[in-house]
């Protein structure tokens, strides 16, 4: 099986240790992953602000890094969600087609390719809460939102689970989006830092000492936020976790 | 081009493409038990309304205290004389001083506590809606599973005016606080009497 | 017991009533018989954090977007305002959360949810495809039913009927239910210009003609109001004393003080829910019973009904209904379901079918779908956003989610940014109860309006700039290459702007020591002499 990984530009530049975090991981199951080294970006920030003629030369540049591989696996449900609904700026042949459909999140990799049953290296022995990204939640089916009636599944959380000693907390509002929202963090930075202030809030609440999400993006905005607001919560990628860190 | 003509004309040429057939919409199980009594007095108690048993011989001994506290009683059902003839009311206006209105429910929804009401039952419509408080007359009978059936009877289609109430007049626009009487009745009693 | 009931129980263990400062002894309406609390019709299910009665100074009511002619509403602006009165955008926060609570209990207490919401979507696909035909049948079934119909190209079109109507009966006051149609038409504007007087009967709507403020929610118009301001405008309109804010008295106040409008009007006016095809019905959904007293007190009675309001069948109100007020509130129907179908004995009923941009959004691909829309405010209640922002922000007759959506239709210019007033974060989707897709909705009217060039300059010249920049991998690398330079490139791809308006609410990151890409190329590369 030969993986191509993803590492989402602003991964690469503010979370080097998550990128590296999925490669181990990935390669703990043994298999053959590569890192296209021209890589840059799904073309996620253009598209999202309407302007996908300015993000085809960057959908193109994907499709040609990642073209020929059994999977695509990133540490965003944000990007995967970009490749697979929205990557349409450019013509879809058949190559482009392929590579959407073969994009995989880590999580849903994990839980629905690799089917993967123990961590027995990890260990997190720390109350935590999960913070599920919206594109990763509703986009591409991470678990059940709040507002379905259907019963309840999260591919996470069963993830999350298999690690020793972690516990998770209950959130007074599971599924509220974060705030961070793209371009919409620096566009309207005052209802977006709100909605930060409000989730770390209910994060703290919820007695967690950590915030795990399989999305940096967020983790990022509402790092930001607590640190702000000086509350003492640690934020951490659930790649990290599952690749054993110590935290 | 009338307005008319220029809608209509734009709908047809802004027809969406694609095939969009009714579906068929199956007959929901309801979500009631057996005993509809019992739950159409649980629903209807939750959203604010009251059920009353009659007890004894007298079907309105539990609004007797009520009754006879009023001034102007309007019925339109014959097992209670009011001392205000709806038949004879000129405006509907005339009934803002009715204190307590009696009028017969079609039939009652147990899903959600509703009544029904056209304008046969109600005489004058607004007496529903003027009184300060509402005196329901519903046959135990008469009580339908869903609303799902409620919409397959024919009173709909039939009357002029078709209402179901499901307890009084109620808002709760100012900070969440929840107000009976609005604009409308202050309250709703259903007595549980079988038609005559 | 069934699982329906679920939706019906006191939840919480909270179990006092109001809140304390507003609570009064033997209050009977926010209590069951059996010592539940009642949270029926828009009710809260537990006290909300209200703004204290003691508090020194009264923290002023936060006004909505400001509108200057056809530019871009800047509900950035307008929404950072209403975030600065905290107590506000608490209350505000917390009530339509509540809501979205109430609804889910409602939702999740019927299995046959799901199925119920698709079934919506596809009657209402079906009607807006066939809807010339629907609404010739629905003026036949109206005409044999004895009412006068009317038909509307737009707004002003509807307003200049329904004054003829007016000016035929020598009718010079109107009461009226909460309309959503009415308020696009601007039509209390255009009465009050012509001698018309309009009372509306809604207690939220008439808090918000009082105010002289347009609606801020579809359902709960003066919901960004606390009880302090509507004391405040109760004492400033209708005489009320100032110093009492309690809620009941409010109520009470507005109640008698509307009651001589409604019995002495001339004429009663309604909006629509629903109109039935099959009979030509007019169905609408309050808790108040004001629609009922419109159109059945005064002898001249009007129903304006937006042509997308058509279903085919009576049959079908038995999933619209079942959908509308367990969307909307939580609770499972609206206390007064009301059918208009003909005139009482010596009255006139007109009804009035206004088009009003609807004809021409059928032909919108991408977003026909949108005339699905219930009003049902759901998608209001669930977004973050709007609970943060308040629905005056957006300045647009239709705010949070399906505003985003439909306002660009009535002005493209005007109403140009509020698509981007959202995280896209999907949520208001999944609680549509006729299933539009309305996040993705708000994706493709960011693309329509970057390409026919209604974003700022500014904006749009950053996103070439990022897109030029991520295309080119050299390009990329020599932005981020070392890795102190990672913090100046943070505007060009994680902030996109000059003026840093990441780090003024918010930390920022720290630029680690090196990048993923360094990092590779060095502990990766050189084992395997594979070259960059």
């Known amino acids: 099986m030969r993986v191509g990984l993803f590492v989402p530009c602003y991964v690469?530049?503010?979370?080097?240790?998550?990128?590296?975090?999925?490669?181990?991981?990935?390669?703990?199951?043994?298999?053959?992953?590569?890192?296209?080294?021209?890589?840059?970006?799904?073309?996620?920030?253009?598209?999202?602000?309407?302007?996908?003629?300015?993000?085809?030369?960057?959908?193109?540049?994907?499709v040609k890094n990642f073209t020929g591989f059994d999977y695509v696996v990133a540490p965003s449900g944000s990007c995967v969600h970009q490749v697979r609904e929205h990557l349409t700026a450019i013509p879809q042949t058949p190559e482009?087609?392929?590579?959407?459909?073969?994009?995989?999140?880590?999580?849903?990799?994990?839980?629905?390719?690799?089917?993967?049953?123990?961590?027995?290296?990890?260990?997190?022995?720390?109350?935590?809460?999960?913070?599920?990204?919206?594109?990763?939640?509703?986009?591409?089916?991470?678990?059940?939102?709040?507002?379905?009636?259907?019963?309840?599944?999260?591919?996470?959380?069963?993830?999350?689970?298999?690690?020793?000693?972690?516990?998770?907390?209950?959130?007074?509002?599971?599924?509220?989006?974060?705030?961070?929202?793209?371009?919409?963090?620096?566009?309207?930075?005052?209802?977006?830092?709100?909605?930060?202030?409000?989730?770390?809030?209910?994060q703290s609440r919820a007695g967690a000492a950590y915030v795990v999400s399989a999305d940096s993006s967020c983790l990022m905005h509402q790092k930001g936020c607590a640190e702000r607001l000086g509350m003492p919560l640690k934020f951490i990628h659930i790649a990290q976790v599952l690749n054993g860190a110590a935290a | 081009m009338s307005a008319r003509e220029a809608i209509l004309a734009t709908l047809r040429a802004n027809r969406p493409a694609g095939a969009h057939p009714l579906p068929e919409v199956p007959l929901f199980t309801p979500l009631v038990g057996p005993d509809l009594v019992a739950e159409f007095g649980e629903r209807l108690k939750r959203m604010g309304g009251r059920v009353a048993d009659a007890d004894g011989g007298d079907p309105f001994g539990p609004v007797r205290e009520r009754l006879q506290g009023a001034?102007?009683?309007?019925?339109?059902?014959?097992?209670?004389?009011?001392?205000?003839?709806?038949?004879?009311?000129?405006?509907?206006?005339?009934?803002a001083d009715v204190d307590v209105a009696i009028v017969r429910a079609v039939f009652g929804i147990a899903e959600t506590g509703s009544v029904l009401f056209t304008e046969r039952q109600l005489v004058v419509n607004a007496v529903a809606y003027l009184a300060q408080h509402l005196v329901v007359?519903?046959?135990?009978?008469?009580?339908?599973?869903?609303?799902?059936?409620?919409?397959?009877?024919?009173?709909?289609?039939?009357?002029?005016?078709?209402?179901?109430?499901?307890?009084?007049?109620?808002?709760?626009?100012?900070?969440?606080?929840?107000?009976?009487?609005?604009?409308?009745?202050?309250?709703?009693?259903?007595?549980?009497?079988p038609r005559p | 017991m069934s699982s329906a009931s679920d939706e019906l129980r006191p939840r919480g263990a909270e179990e006092r009533l109001v809140n304390p400062e507003v609570a009064k002894?033997?209050?009977?309406?926010?209590?069951?018989?059996?010592?539940?609390?009642?949270?029926?019709?828009?009710?809260?299910?537990?006290?909300?954090?209200?703004?204290?009665?003691?508090?020194?100074?009264?923290?002023?009511?936060?006004?909505?977007?400001?509108?200057?002619?056809?530019?871009?509403?800047?509900?950035?602006?307008?929404?950072?305002?209403?975030?600065a009165a905290p107590l506000h955008q608490k209350a505000h926060d917390e009530r339509l959360w509540d809501l979205r609570k109430k609804r889910d209990a409602a939702a999740h207490g019927i299995p046959e949810w799901e199925e119920l919401r698709e079934l919506a979507s596809q009657i209402k696909a079906h009607t807006l495809s066939n809807l010339d035909t629907y609404l010739e049948q629905f003026e036949?079934?109206?005409?044999?039913?004895?009412?006068?119909?009317?038909?509307?190209?737009?707004?002003?079109?509807?307003?200049?009927?329904?004054?003829?109507?007016?000016?035929?009966?020598?009718?010079?006051?109107?009461?009226?239910?909460?309309?959503?149609?009415?308020?696009?038409?601007?039509?209390?504007?255009?009465?009050?210009g012509v001698g018309i007087e309009i009372i509306e009967t809604d207690l939220g709507e008439r808090i918000q003609q009082l105010d002289a403020e347009e609606p801020s929610h579809i359902v709960v118009p003066a919901v960004h109001k606390t009880r302090l301001d509507v004391a405040e405008v109760f004492a400033r309109t209708?005489?009320?004393?100032?110093?009492?804010?309690?809620?009941?008295?409010?109520?009470?106040?507005?109640?008698?003080?509307?009651?001589?409008?409604?019995?002495?009007?001339?004429?009663?006016?309604?909006?629509?829910?629903?109109?039935?095809?099959?009979?030509?019905?007019?169905?609408?959904?309050?808790?108040?019973?004001?629609?009922?007293?419109?159109?059945?007190?005064?002898?001249?009675?009007?129903?304006?009904?937006?042509?997308?309001?058509?279903?085919?069948?009576?049959?079908?109100?038995?999933?619209?209904?079942?959908?509308?007020?367990?969307?909307?509130l939580g609770s499972p129907i609206t206390q007064y379901t009301s059918h208009f179908r003909g005139p009482r004995a010596g009255t006139e009923m007109h009804m009035v079918l206004v088009d009003n941009g609807r004809s021409a959004r059928l032909g919108m691909e991408e977003f026909w779908t949108s005339l699905k829309c219930i009003r049902c405010a759901?998608?209001?209640?669930?977004?973050?956003?709007?609970?943060?922002?308040?629905?005056?922000?957006?300045?647009?007759?239709?705010?949070?989610?399906?505003?985003?959506?439909?306002?660009?239709?009535?002005?493209?210019?005007?109403?140009?940014?509020?698509?981007?007033?959202?995280?896209?974060?999907?949520?208001?989707?999944?609680?549509?109860?006729?299933?539009?897709?309305?996040?993705?909705?708000?994706?493709?009217?960011?693309?329509?309006?970057?390409?026919?060039?209604?974003?700022?300059a500014l904006k749009q010249g950053m996103m070439k700039a990022a897109g030029a920049v991520l295309a080119r991998p050299a390009a990329y690398r020599a932005a981020i290459g070392a890795a102190d330079s990672a913090l100046k490139v943070l505007p060009r791809f994680a902030v996109y702007n000059p003026l840093n308006t990441w780090g003024k609410k918010r930390e920022m990151p720290e630029a680690p020591r090196e990048t993923f890409h360094a990092w590779y190329k060095r502990e990766r590369l050189k084992k395997t002499g594979q070259d960059a």
């Open chain 2, 71 to 95: 001034r102007v009683v309007a019925s339109a059902v014959p097992e209670y004389a009011g001392n205000r003839d709806l038949a004879s009311v000129m405006q509907p206006g005339d009934l």
């Open chain 3, 140 to 192: 036949a079934a109206a005409k044999a039913n004895g009412v006068h119909v009317h038909w509307a190209a737009d707004g002003a079109e509807h307003n200049r009927i329904v004054h003829a109507i007016m000016r035929d009966h020598g009718a010079r006051t109107l009461i009226k239910s909460k309309s959503m149609l009415t308020e696009e038409c601007g039509f209390r504007h255009y009465m009050a």
């Open chain 3, 238 to 328: 209708l005489g009320t004393d100032p110093d009492n804010d309690d809620v009941h008295y409010l109520a009470e106040s507005q109640r008698e003080t509307t009651r001589p409008h409604i019995l002495s009007a001339d004429a009663g006016m309604t909006g629509c829910n629903f109109a039935v095809a099959e009979t030509g019905s007019v169905v609408t959904c309050t808790n108040e019973g004001n629609a009922d007293l419109s159109g059945n007190v005064p002898k001249l009675q009007i129903h304006s009904i937006g042509i997308e309001k058509l279903i085919p069948r009576i049959e079908y109100l038995g999933v619209f209904i079942r959908l509308l007020s367990r969307s909307a």
């Open chain 3, 25 to 83: 002894a033997g209050d009977e309406s926010e209590r069951g018989q059996d010592g539940g609390r009642l949270a029926h019709a828009e009710g809260a299910s537990r006290p909300l954090s209200a703004e204290p009665a003691a508090r020194r100074e009264r923290e002023p009511q936060p006004r909505g977007a400001k509108i200057r002619g056809d530019r871009p509403i800047d509900q950035a602006e307008a929404a950072e305002r209403f975030l």
């Open chain 1, 12 to 62: 690469d530049a503010f979370e080097p240790e998550v990128g590296i975090a999925t490669l181990e991981l990935l390669e703990r199951f043994g298999l053959d992953v590569s890192y296209p080294f021209d890589q840059t970006c799904c073309g996620q920030p253009m598209t999202n602000t309407g302007c996908h003629a300015e993000a085809a030369a960057t959908e193109a540049l994907f």
């Open chain 3, 378 to 456: 759901a998608c209001m209640n669930t977004c973050p956003v709007y609970r943060r922002s308040g629905g005056l922000s957006y300045g647009a007759t239709y705010a949070g989610p399906i505003g985003l959506i439909i306002d660009p239709t009535y002005n493209k210019r005007k109403y140009s940014t509020l698509p981007f007033s959202s995280t896209m974060n999907g949520s208001c989707t999944n609680v549509c109860p006729v299933k539009i897709n309305i996040h993705e909705q708000i994706f493709a009217w960011r693309k329509v309006l970057a390409e026919e060039h209604y974003i700022p």
């Open chain 1, 96 to 202: 482009v087609k392929a590579v959407r459909e073969r994009t995989f999140e880590l999580v849903e990799f994990l839980h629905d390719v690799l089917k993967v049953e123990a961590f027995p290296w990890a260990s997190f022995p720390h109350r935590v809460a999960y913070h599920a990204n919206c594109n990763a939640l509703r986009g591409i089916g991470h678990a059940r939102p709040s507002e379905i009636q259907k019963p309840f599944f999260s591919k996470p959380l069963d993830i999350l689970r298999k690690v020793e000693g972690i516990e998770i907390v209950d959130l007074a509002r599971p599924d509220e989006c974060c705030g961070f929202g793209g371009t919409f963090s620096v566009f309207e930075p005052a209802v977006s830092a709100k909605m930060g202030y409000d989730k770390v809030a209910d």
């Open chain 2, 137 to 193: 007359l519903l046959d135990p009978a008469d009580i339908l599973p869903n609303v799902q059936a409620a919409y397959l009877r024919p009173e709909f289609g039939q009357s002029a005016y078709a209402v179901l109430h499901t307890g009084p007049s109620a808002t709760a626009d100012i900070e969440g606080v929840l107000i009976h009487g609005a604009q409308g009745v202050r309250s709703l009693t259903v007595l549980l009497v």
